[in-house]
């Protein structure tokens, strides 16, 4: 009889759960959710889109428990390698690799898609190319106005726009966009002005030509830091995808490009500060570079890295 009535108290019990939770003052529509983020995946280094949807995902969701939900995704090694994203699959094979490749706010991941915790306003961005001529490329540029707004990790560095003579109109102008972007603890300094200090531990954004000092010691760094443009004997040369030379521009060209900081004392790659070079062969291209990241997003959504010639602006690599 004892045993008899505790069942009927449990069930009771449930079905007062149950009819307490139907009766939730929760507002039509709510999901439970409170933070909103992005998965984006395109191919061959954002030339193609394959799908770009935003979601609601609680606290706590992994980048890969997101991509889930968005699309069919097939895994190997303990379900922490995407092998594929809606059919298409990684492929080794007649000196073809290409593989899915993870960025965050522009930053490619230094963790996989399992062990990165997603924060609101997270741009999750999964691109299927070619490594065999570039295996690590630090950063892109097509998530703009990302990893100047959200960082990664939630952590989100002060950003200065760097500019050299000549060039103080157009570094003004792209900090006026960035902020109506919503990005917040941004400056521009005369390129004398900034401090080692500056260097190390913010963001930059290099309004200058290729012959400044700092475009120079990127340049040449450019194969650790994962470019597709590189200058030589005063031209821009463009790399594709299997390192061979695309093209080359002359006078009037510009570029902009992304990488990890170099002057991060922690090294390239830890996933903190970054550095976009908005530059040229020549003040008119770089000029053409910031009008291009201003006024053309469409042009450039997605990419890696984009050349502005001849009024017209190219993704990289091809």
Known sequence: MKRSCLLALVIVLLILALALGGCSPRPPGETGADITVRVVATQDFG?????????????????????????????????GFVNAINGVRSEYSHGTTQDWFICVNGIMSNVGAMDYTLHDGDIEHWDFHNWGFRMFIPALIGDFPEPFVHGY???????????????????????????????????????TELTENDKQNFNIILVETMDCSMVSELNQAWDRLGFFVHFEDGAMVVY?????????????????????????????????????????????????????LISHNDEYKYAYAIVVANGETVKVPQ
């Open 47 to 79: 030339q193609e889109l394959m799908f770009n949807e935003t979601l609601e995902v609680a606290p706590g969701t992994s980048a890969m428990e997101a991509l889930h939900q968005v699309a069919q995704v097939e895994t190997a090694y303990g379900g």
């Open 240 to 292: 594709d995808s299997e390192g061979d030379i695309e093209a080359e521009y002359g006078a009037g060209c510009g570029v902009v490009q992304a990488t990890q900081s170099p002057w991060n004392p922690k090294g390239t790659g830890v996933c903190e500060n970054i550095v976009w070079m908005v530059s040229g062969t020549d003040e008119a291209g770089v000029k053409s570079a910031v009008d291009a």
């Open 153 to 191: 990790r939630g952590e989100v560095y002060p950003l200065v726009v760097v500019y050299t003579d000549g060039l103080q109109e157009y570094a003004k102008a792209l900090e006026g966009i960035l902020s109506d972007f919503g990005v917040g603890n941004v400056s521009i300094h005369h390129a």
